[in-house]
């Protein structure tokens, strides 16, 4: 616990916050600190990333543009996916968490507070490799999913596949060491009274991730250390002479639990912001903890669904189409549990609560695609077409990035003190949920029509209109983002000064300061219910608590 | 209190908005002849995959229907009255968590019965070797495919095949992973090196009469409808560039074509005997370049 022992090093980060001297961040084990770096880092990743799709829907927007050739669009196409889930989604979610989940379980600080600054130091390693191609002559170019024989020496002989590679298995160490480090806090630094059915649902959502990555991050090492090998030593792990379709097994095994790495945080904090702005108690709160289980239990069970096409026994596909469809029940109680707890409510539609609403006006169309693209012969259609990219993004963006827009509106002034302005984030918003739909709504009939997705350009006349509508949208959606970066650059120096506890919170770290000291609580609280400070609220108005566990 | 009751018109403003500019942009788009589903089905298998396309769309309309109506009620009636106003009190009901488990798990069951039949149908081994009339190795190679029948000569760029015939498809690849996507005749297949894929068509004869739609066209020499496609898997920098074509025409242009790919690589055969009607019917039939492993 370097941290505990050196309180006056991180006071001073404290008194200087964001503009502090280098040495401070580069040497802090603090988890706000970390946190806050991690949120930075991810951030200009998804800036770059977003970038690089609007020169994607530049060049989609008429037939035959070649505003950038192929093999350029190829490597755009690959950069983005990774970038955006690897490196944005993922990377950000785990510092969300790391500034809010030890606050939330009262303790003091990570478990491993050197690792936790480990873990993120291997991020800009792990980005700095896979951007190093760029200047290597060309990055991966086959996709971020680097399906072999395309990515072997022999299809693919630059270095770009190989800094993906190493990217790749640098990244999974560093999340396989956040994740160690999630469950060791949350399990032993909790406070007392704080049992394990007392955890805010945002605190479970994180074990569940911590789980999830703990097991699949293997995996996805192996495949890219298998995938290396096959490159550099000549072996046959997943060239023509080997089997290209066990990479897709191994892949898969990590990338459909990552999915749900990507969401289940997002659901925690919906669990959240709900209830605290509908001042209604959550709807069902261990069908909430059981259906999150249900998930991840699920979600190790249904890789082949993205293989429905390379030719596996029909009856192993039902098994595959059986398990990806029953997602839909856990989700689908989270769903009804969400609504049922803003029913009756008292709502007051600040900016997270539209992102919350926001997420749950979109997500129900990634989930019901979901339904359709888990139907095996359905799927062959709808395969590797515009629909998937759709569907995903209905994921992914309507899923995952409103809820992180949700989460920062809802934290920003935990983090910096102040509040996020109102207006811009109505704005912001607004322009974000027209902007997204406009964006990829459509896409759905592009892929039943025949679009595949990655193609470079297009001859059909009959797919002009609607691409070139879908990038009107996407410039959009830009925009919001533009208008969001502007609020936290305004909001920083001249937001409404928050408190501790602007929101009438209910979990601990609204019962500290803004931000909070680098210890976190002078006093670490009692904690009867999942909601202590509520119940510290109505003790002091001398109501009976909300504490029934 | 203004404030609270401009919002929910600025919200339905909003999305009237949107619509309205969804609708305006997207009818020139569909008037165009894009198609809201698939391009019409013209095989029986690609019927069928429609079909089921259709059904999960009665439930899932009532789902999405049900969650955006239950949203908008919420955001409607729920505002918070007066800064002191608190939510109700009940955060409860095993009544209704049974049911929202309940319900969802019969539909889903309903769902995964319908497509595991239509898998056993359209998707089995057997169902590719139910007596075809013609078997085509299709071959996927950076940046194009060919295709070998039967009579043991090969083409590029565009396969013929004849209508009302059950054409046994296999698929490989000799350098990357492609994918053989026709929308109009069935889902995709992926050609793999290293083993063998198979699927099988059977094109509507109604498709000689009419052949409209922006995935096919009417070949003026054979009076044929040709069905576009491209490769659905990224396979490269000419991945785009990776486009199929189905020509489907009578028999006696079939025959006909197959005559003069025979005739001119000079193998004097005295009758061709392309013969695809007299294909055995029992037992498998023999294919030239890939062995069906049932």
């Known amino acids: 616990m370097a941290t505990v022992a050196q309180p006056q090093v991180i006071d001073e980060a404290y008194e200087r916050s964001l503009w502090s001297p280098i040495t401070v961040w580069l040497t802090t084990t603090d988890h706000k600190l970390i946190g806050i770096m991690y949120m930075f880092t991810s951030f200009l990743a998804f800036l770059v990333a977003g970038i690089f799709a609007l020169i994607m829907r530049v060049q989609l927007a008429q037939p035959n543009l070649n505003v950038v050739d192929a093999e350029t669009y190829n490597q755009l196409v690959s950069a983005h996916g990774t970038t955006m889930i690897f490196f944005f989604v993922t990377l950000f979610l785990t510092g969300m968490a790391n500034y809010i989940v030890p606050i939330m379980v009262g303790a003091r600080d990570m478990a491993f507070p050197r690792v936790n600054a480990l873990g993120f130091w291997l991020v800009p390693v792990s980005i700095g490799l896979y951007y190093s191609g760029f200047f290597a002559g060309g990055a991966l170019n086959a996709g971020w999913t680097g399906y072999p024989p395309l990515t072997s020496k022999h299809f693919n002989p630059g270095l770009g596949v190989d800094f993906w590679t190493l990217s790749l298995i640098v990244w999974a160490i560093s999340g396989i060491m ?17 049992t394990l059915l007392r955890l805010p649902l945002f605190v479970w959502a994180q074990i569940s991730t911590s789980l999830l990555l703990l097991i699949v991050g293997a995996p996805l090492a192996g495949a890219m250390i298998l995938t290396e090998i096959d490159r550099q030593f000549g072996t046959n792990f ?56 249900g998930i991840v239990f699920l979600s190790m069970g249904v890789w082949a669904h993205h293989m429905y096409t390379v030719g596996l026994n029909i009856y192993v596909e039902t098994m595959f189409m059986a398990l990806t469809a029953a997602i839909a029940v856990p989700t689908g109680i989270k769903f009804f549990n969400w609504m049922a707890t803003a029913w009756q409510g008292a709502i007051e539609f600040t900016t997270p609560m539209k992102f919350a609403f ?109 691409n070139f509508f879908i990038t009107v949208m996407s410039f959009l959606l830009a925009f919001s983002v533009l208008l969001f970066v502007i609020n936290v650059l305004y909001s920083r120096k001249h937001g409404v000064i928050a408190g501790n506890d602007p929101w009438d919170g209910n979990t601990l770290e609204w019962a500290t300061t803004s931000p909070p000291e680098p210890y976190n609580f002078e006093r670490v609280p009692e904690v009867r219910s999942f909601m202590p400070l509520r119940d510290a609220k109505l003790a002091a108005a001398g109501s009976p608590t909300a504490s029934d566990h | 209190m203004s404030r609270s009751t401009s919002r ?21 788009a569909l008037a165009n002849g894009l198609s809201l589903i698939f391009p019409d089905p013209a095989s029986p298998n690609g019927h069928n995959i429609y079909d089921l396309y259709v059904w999960i769309t009665y439930p899932a309309a009532v789902v999405f229907i049900g969650v955006e109506a239950t949203l908008l009620i919420i955001i409607f009636r729920f505002r918070r009255k007066h800064p002191a106003q608190v939510g109700a009190s009940w955060h409860g009901s095993t009544a209704l968590e049974i049911t929202w ?28 070797n139910n007596h075809p009339d013609l078997n085509v190795a299709v071959r996927g190679e950076q940046f194009s495919w060919s295709y070998t029948y039967d009579q043991g000569f090969t083409v590029k760029n565009q396969m013929v095949v004849p209508v009302g015939k059950m054409v046994h498809l296999t698929f490989d690849s000799t350098d990357v992973i492609h994918s053989w996507w026709v929308p109009a ?110």
Request: hydrophobic share 45%; aromatic share 12%.
């Open chain 2, 185 to 294: 005749l069935n889902g995709k297949t992926d050609a793999v090196p290293g083993y063998t894929n198979q699927s099988w068509i059977k094109v509507d004869p109604g498709v000689l009469g009419s052949c409209s739609g922006n995935d096919r066209h009417r070949d003026q020499a054979t009076g044929g409808c040709v069905f576009h496609g491209e490769c659905a898997e990224l396979c490269g920098a000419g991945h785009y560039s990776m486009q199929i074509d189905v020509l489907a025409v009578s028999q006696q242009e079939f025959d006909a074509w197959t005559k003069k790919q025979q005739t001119p690589p000079a193998t004097p055969k005295p009758s061709p005997s392309p013969s695809p009607s007299a294909s055995p019917s029992a037992g498998p039939s023999p294919s030239p370049s890939a062995k069906p492993s049932p």
């Open chain 1, 178 to 194: 956040a994740s160690v480090n999630f469950l060791t806090t949350i399990l032993a630094l909790r406070a007392p009274g704080m």
């Open chain 2, 101 to 128: 488990t309940v319900i969802p798990t019969l539909l889903i069951a309903v769902i995964a019965f319908l497509a595991f039949q239509e898998l056993q149908r359209d998707f089995s081994v057997e169902a590719a």
């Open chain 1, 358 to 466: 926001g997420f749950l006006a979109t997500f129900v169309i990634g989930g019901i695609t979901g339904v359709y693209l888990s139907a095996v012969p359905v799927d062959t259609q709808l395969h590797q077409s515009y629909y998937v990219v759709a569907h995903l993004h209905y994921v992914l963006f309507g899923g995952s990035v409103f809820t992180i827009f949700a989460g920062i509106y809802y934290w920003f002034p935990k983090w910096t003190g102040r509040l996020l302005n109102e207006r811009l984030g109505n704005w912001n918003f607004w322009t974000m949920l027209v902007g997204f739909n406009g964006t990829f709504l459509i896409m759905h009939t592009l892929g039943l029509d025949g679009m595949p997705r990655r193609i470079a350009t297009y001859a059909r006349e009959d797919w002009a209109g609607v």
């Open chain 2, 8 to 28: 929910p018109l600025r919200l339905v403003l909003a999305s009237l908005v949107a619509g309205a500019a969804l609708f305006v942009v997207s009818t020139p």
């Open chain 1, 238 to 293: 997943f060239t023509s002479a080997g089997r290209p379709v066990l990479y897709q097994h191994l892949f898969w095994f990590f990338g459909h639990p990552e999915v749900y790495i990507m969401i289940l945080p997002g659901f925690g904090m919906i669990s959240e912001i709900i209830p605290v702005f509908s001042r209604k108690r959550i709807f069902g709160y261990e069908s909430m903890v059981l259906a999150i289980f």
